[in-house]
């Protein structure tokens, strides 16, 4: 197969499938070319052993840190990309996060765009992937222009009692915006039933809000939006000038294809899509395509993060656990005052899920009890954007990820004050507060450990900016050097921020989306 189409979009995660969706009422001829297939659906979808144990849905794709060894990317390639997989929790960035922000190890840049610029898209992304949620609680909550269309998830009250002794120490907790189609007030009429495998696993009855269900599947219902799925972008080529993409070079069944566009987005992810426009170089791209400044590849952030497992005597009966979240020490406290980041909640840990993650097992512990009697936190601090933290390829063309942490005092901090706030629960009814046994750390790198393959909010590999000598893509994520070329996935973020990535993504390709609406005509 081969063919001329107004718009190819490379990659169908967050932000392909959300562009796929704004751009398929246009009319305009759409390819989305996807290197998956669909999660199949079966039980395994919700089994913990198959999922995080033995890793049934990983790419088993090896890449290379910067010393040659092995690396086996906690990374998803099918259609909807890693938000088949996610929690999602959908933030906002905070409207200062758009700006210069200080950090104790330097300095977060500021975007090109103001939160204002984003804010509508914000809204119609939370519209579009079914936010409930709750504003003004959040004490860092940026404006919004609309309320949430869904009230927020309901705590259990193992979370509620949770919530109500931060409150009771001053913080403002409040309940994590998330993509779920649940309805609390019929039950028996709600899609989501509240289960305690959405962290990290598929929806087996497509409740989550993720960019195949809320995106794509609708999107294909317009004649002019067709999707391709194991059609695995190996290269993009140039006209002679170099100014235009002229060939989408496709690896689908074992054959090549080739395809061509009007316009070429690219959005593979962070890594891929930087990977993809290394190997893409050419006489007029010797760096890389859409690489004059250098930055392609470089800048790579993935977060700070932790997941913290907070031991008490007592079980904890929680089924769906990522509701709380608190945001108090987000930009510092009065007794430090620089960024620390956020703290919220995973899905509730098992026993086979602990034991992909290797934690250090508790004195007394097994496990299964661990699992049993722990509150499973997670805590996001950011990282800064390094040049020398970044996506290359070996002589062969594989991925190699280079990645020293920096930033991690404020996350040190954090887990300190989580270890504080524990310490100030409530007295328990049977063990008083004698309850609380500790906080573990779990490894977060399911099947191995090697830290840097967590790579689950990977962004900033392709920054966008004013200035062509200091980014690759310019206000609208189109390349300063390549006049049809957008990339639209995480790796446009000039700073992580420290809250989860998606959303912005999403809002943001809504916003390119109505740029090439107006490119195109349409
Ligand atoms: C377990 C887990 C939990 C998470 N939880 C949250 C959460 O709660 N909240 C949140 O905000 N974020 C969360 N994230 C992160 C979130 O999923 C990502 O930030 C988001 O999906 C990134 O969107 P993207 O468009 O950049 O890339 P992706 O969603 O990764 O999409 C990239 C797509 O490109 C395809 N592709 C790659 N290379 C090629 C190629 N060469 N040719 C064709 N196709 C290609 C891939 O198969 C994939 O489908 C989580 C991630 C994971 C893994
Ligand atoms: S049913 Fe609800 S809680 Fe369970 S995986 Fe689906 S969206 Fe998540």
Not at 104 to 113: D, K, L, N, Q, T
Not at 130 to 155: I, K, L, M, N
Not at 449 to 467: E, K
Request: charged share 20%.
């Amino acid at each position: 197969m081969t063919g001329h189409f107004d718009v190819i979009i490379i990659g169908s995660g967050a932000g392909g499938g959300t562009l796929f969706h704004a751009l398929a009422p246009s009319g305009k001829r759409l390819l989305l070319l996807e290197r998956g297939e669909y999660v199949p659906r079966e039980k395994d979808n919700w089994s913990t052993r198959a999922v995080n144990l033995e890793g049934k849905y990983n790419t088993r794709e090896t890449w290379r840190d910067r010393d040659g060894r092995p690396l086996h990317p906690h990374t998803n390639y099918f259609v909807g990309g890693n938000t088949k997989f996610y929690g999602a929790a959908l933030f906002r960035l905070r409207r200062e996060d758009f700006g210069e922000v200080k950090h104790w190890g330097g300095v977060s840049p500021a975007w090109p765009i103001a939160y204002e610029d984003l804010e509508p898209y914000y809204t119609r992304a939370e519209h579009l992937y079914q936010v409930h949620g709750e504003r003004g609680v959040d004490p860092t909550d940026p404006p919004a222009s609309a309320p949430y269309r869904h009230g927020p998830v309901s705590h259990e009250p193992r979370i509620q009692q949770l919530s109500d002794d931060f409150a009771r120490v001053g913080l403002r907790p409040f309940h994590v915006p998330l993509g779920v189609m649940l309805n609390e007030k019929d039950p028996h009429a709600s899609r989501c039933i509240r289960c305690d495998t959405c962290d990290g696993h598929p929806c087996l009855v497509s409740a989550k809000a993720d960019a195949q269900v809320v995106c794509i599947d609708p999107a294909l219902a317009h004649p002019n939006a067709t999707l391709l799925t194991g059609a695995h972008v190996t290269r993009l080529e140039t006209s002679s000038s170099g100014r235009e993409v002229t060939r989408v070079v496709v690896e689908r069944g074992g054959q090549a294809e080739v395809y061509s566009a009007e316009v070429v987005v690219v959005s593979a992810g962070a890594i891929n899509s930087a990977a993809l426009l290394l190997r893409s170089a050419n006489g007029k791209h010797p760096h890389g395509l859409a690489n004059g400044s250098g930055v392609v590849g470089r800048h790579y952030m993935g977060h700070v993060n932790s997941v913290m497992m907070a031991l008490s005597k007592c079980p904890n009966p929680t089924v769906f656990q990522k509701t709380l979240a608190v945001n108090d020490f987000y930009f510092g406290s009065p007794e430090w005052p620089h960024p620390m980041g956020h703290i919220s909640f995973v899905g509730k840990l098992d026993a086979y899920t602990l034991k992909a993650g290797a934690p250090a097992i508790a004195p007394g512990w097994t496990l299964d009890l661990m699992a049993r009697h722990s509150l499973d936190f997670w805590l996001t601090s950011e990282d800064l954007p390094d040049p020398d933290n970044r996506v290359t390829l070996d002589r062969d063309g594989n991925i190699v990820l280079s990645y020293t942490p920096n930033n991690e005092e404020p996350h040190r901090r954090l887990v300190a004050r989580l270890q504080q706030l524990m310490k100030q629960q409530t007295k328990c009814a049977v063990h008083g507060h004698e309850c609380h046994e500790g906080l573990f750390a779990r490894s977060l790198y399911l099947g191995q450990r090697i830290p840097l393959a967590g790579v689950a909010h990977q962004n900033g590999t392709v920054r966008f900016g004013h200035d062509s000598q200091t980014s690759a893509l310019d206000v609208n994520c189109r390349a300063h050097e390549v006049d049809n070329l957008y990339v639209v996935d995480g790796s446009f973020f000039p700073s992580s921020a420290a809250v989860n990535p998606a959303l912005t993504i999403m809002a943001n390709a809504l916003r390119v989306g109505d740029h090439l609406r107006g490119r195109l005509g349409a």
